[in-house]
């Protein structure tokens, strides 16, 4: 299934097609998902029995904070630099490379509080291992459009994004609906 437009914004995924796997784990509907940022997959489609829900759950909670993924010290920087200083406050790392290892107390300190809070801005990490080796971030620099910034081990090269709010929000919507009437279908309940 394919949710949205590829070269705007889309989420593909499908039900796992086994033969390995079925397309249910314990009570957990199992598949393939990737995402479509301006014309380019972020996430491995080939990555077989991936959870759906915690991607899908991501996705719900981005749109529940649309409003507040914007930043007054992004100001004037361009995507790179955001990037970078993203990849800082929330990674300490550039590039993933870590940073700091080495740092006092004092230095360490004074970056939790630096980076308090900018974790919001992470998009799709953690939420599926086919999304490993990609980091991207969620922006919205006006009301209208958003911006996802992205990047791929090993080369590490940031390329950027945007498409509207209207957009993603519907890209997601679909994609619930389609989540929950297939889990609906699939895994019994108990009554």
Not at 53 to 74: I, R
Not at 105 to 113: G, I, L, S, V
Not at 124 to 142: Q, Y
Not at 173 to 178: E, L, Q
């Amino acid at each position: 299934m394919l949710f949205g437009d590829p070269s705007q914004f889309a989420v593909e995924a499908q039900l796992e097609p086994g033969p390995e796997f079925g397309p249910i784990q314990g009570k957990n509907l199992v598949g393939r998902i990737r995402v479509w940022i301006g014309g380019r997959a972020v996430g491995r489609y080939d990555e077989p029995a991936c959870w759906l829900g915690p991607p899908l759950k991501h996705l719900e909670e981005m749109c529940s904070q649309l409003d507040g993924l914007w930043d007054p010290s992004f100001e004037g920087l361009s995507m790179d630099a955001i990037y970078d200083r993203l990849d800082y406050l929330v990674f300490l790392s550039h590039r993933d490379r870590r940073l700091g290892c080495d740092w006092s107390e004092d230095k360490r300190a004074k970056h939790e509080r630096e980076s308090d809070g900018f974790d919001r801005f992470y998009f799709l990490l953690h939420s599926s291992e086919a999304f490993d080796g990609w980091k991207a971030f969620l922006l919205r620099p006006t009301a209208t459009h958003l911006v996802a910034v992205v990047s791929q081990a090993p080369r590490n090269v940031v390329v950027s994004h945007r498409f509207p709010v209207e957009e993603f929000e519907s890209v997601v919507a679909a994609f619930s609906v389609w989540f929950h009437s297939e889990e609906q279908r699939l895994i019994p309940r108990l009554r």
